[in-house]
Structure formats: structure tokens, C-alpha cells
């Protein structure tokens, strides 16, 4: 079955730490995009790519990284930098066009101790 | 620059009684709008979309969103509510003239469906 594959799904991180989180897809999508969520905020923009080797900044970068090496690959480092890193991160990806439809992928929860 | 406004932080309805999950936007030009959902600790699912023609669209599970020029807005409704509709409903908006760029999403609107 074609999806969006995030891990791991839970994450626990000491301060300081960088922690790299997954998102693999076999939908053949050229876009990929990492949001994080917290309670009450909605789904904020992290980064995005439109296309291999190629991303874009979104609302909420400061703090983290991600690269775009592979069509199917989007991994996003969390890194010390990050002051409020405890959240839920999604991952999704659509095709090129702004009609597509976002799948997503089924999260990952990072707690920092 | 783009946005979504989700009014109610909480929709409270019993079952068997019309929803409406509220949702305003704001974007140059024409809109592209789209309704999820989620449930706990899950990934959100895709519901319905707007992308042009008929104001009303029908999407899955029953759900429909009615969009209107005017008043800027893409209201989620369905006739008759079940409880396993309760979730977090988020609206979201894309310009249609800036097709590269991300969908900005509303903060959500948890619906809580009673028995």
C-alpha cells in the first residue's frame, strides 16, 4: 500500500541533544512538508520541498534542518537550537500543483526530559 | 499573506442533530480550500477540497462544506451527527496563484458529538 512512513513514533531527548525524525513516502510525490503541532496552535509550517535537492523555510525554522537527497526521503533534524522542541511532528506529501491533496503521515511525538 | 480563521476552539452537538464546523479565510485572489481531520494521536486525514466551480462539496463520511465568496468562508457541515465523528477538524487554504507553496492550516476545532 502507497503511504507516508514516520519514525520513530515516540522520542524522548535530553537537552542539548539533535535528534533526526524520518518521513519516507512510496507515493511517488514530488512535494514533501514537516509541520509541528502543539495543543491549541494549529499545524505550523516547518520546512518544505518541492523537489529533490531543493527546500524552502517555512513559518518556524529556527531550530531546525532537514534535506532533500531522495524523492522519497525528508528527514528533519530537531537541534539544540530548538527552545521548545517538545511536539507532535507530521510529515506530509502531495503532488505538484496546489489542487493535490497533503497525505500525511501518523506522527511522531518528541518529548524533551 | 494567507490565513485560516477556525472561530470555536469546541463544536458540542448530540447525536443525530446537524453539525457546523466554522472556518474563514484569507488569501490573494482565489482560494483552494480543503477540510481534515484527526484523531488522537493520529495523522490528519483529508475530508473534502474546493478547488473551483459548485459552492457545494461533498466529501467523505457524509461531510460537506459550502464556500462563499462573499463572505470568505468554507463551513464544514453534515445533516446528522454520529458520535464517532467526534475529532479535531482543521480548515486550510492555499492561494490558487501561488501553487508552490505550503497549505496554511487553522488552529482546529475539536467536535464533540453526545450520545
Known amino acids: 500500500d502507497g503511504g507516508i512512513t514516520q519514525s520513530p513514533k515516540y522520542l524522548f531527548r535530553k537537552e542539548g541533544q539533535n535528534v533526526t525524525l524520518s518521513c519516507e513516502q512510496n507515493l511517488n510525490h514530488d512535494a514533501m512538508y514537516w509541520y509541528r503541532q502543539d495543543p491549541g496552535q494549529g499545524l505550523r509550517l516547518i520546512y518544505y520541498?518541492?523537489?529533490?535537492?531543493?527546500?524552502q523555510k517555512g513559518d518556524i525554522a529556527e531550530g531546525y534542518s532537514v534535506s532533500r537527497e531522495k524523492k522519497e526521503s525528508f528527514p528533519l533534524t530537531v537541534t539544540s537550537a530548538q527552545k521548545n522542541p517538545t511536539a507532535f511532528y507530521l510529515c506530509?506529501?502531495?503532488?505538484?500543483?496546489?489542487?493535490?491533496?497533503?497525505?500525511f503521515g501518523a506522527g511522531s511525538r518528541l518529548t524533551v526530559l | 499573506a494567507q490565513s485560516v480563521a477556525q472561530p470555536e476552539d469546541q463544536v458540542n452537538v448530540a447525536e443525530g442533530n446537524p453539525l457546523t464546523v466554522k472556518c474563514t479565510y484569507s488569501?490573494?485572489?482565489?482560494?483552494?480550500l480543503f477540510w481534515y481531520v484527526q484523531y488522537p494521536n493520529r495523522g490528519l486525514q483529508f475530508l473534502l477540497k474546493y478547488i473551483t466551480g459548485d459552492n457545494l462539496v461533498k466529501g467523505s463520511y457524509g461531510f460537506e462544506a459550502e464556500f462563499n465568496k462573499s463572505q470568505t468562508s468554507f463551513h464544514l457541515k453534515k445533516p446528522s451527527a454520529l458520535v464517532s465523528d467526534s475529532a479535531l477538524y482543521f480548515c486550510?487554504?492555499?492561494?490558487?496563484?501561488?501553487?508552490?507553496?505550503?497549505?496554511?492550516f487553522g488552529k482546529g476545532t475539536t467536535l464533540s458529538v453526545s450520545s
Open positions: 488569501v490573494s485572489g482565489n482560494p483552494y
Open positions: 486550510a487554504v492555499r492561494a490558487a496563484n501561488q501553487a508552490g507553496t505550503a497549505l496554511i
Open positions: 506530509a506529501s502531495s503532488g505538484q500543483g496546489g489542487r493535490n491533496v497533503l497525505t
Open positions: 520541498s518541492q523537489i529533490v535537492n531543493d527546500f
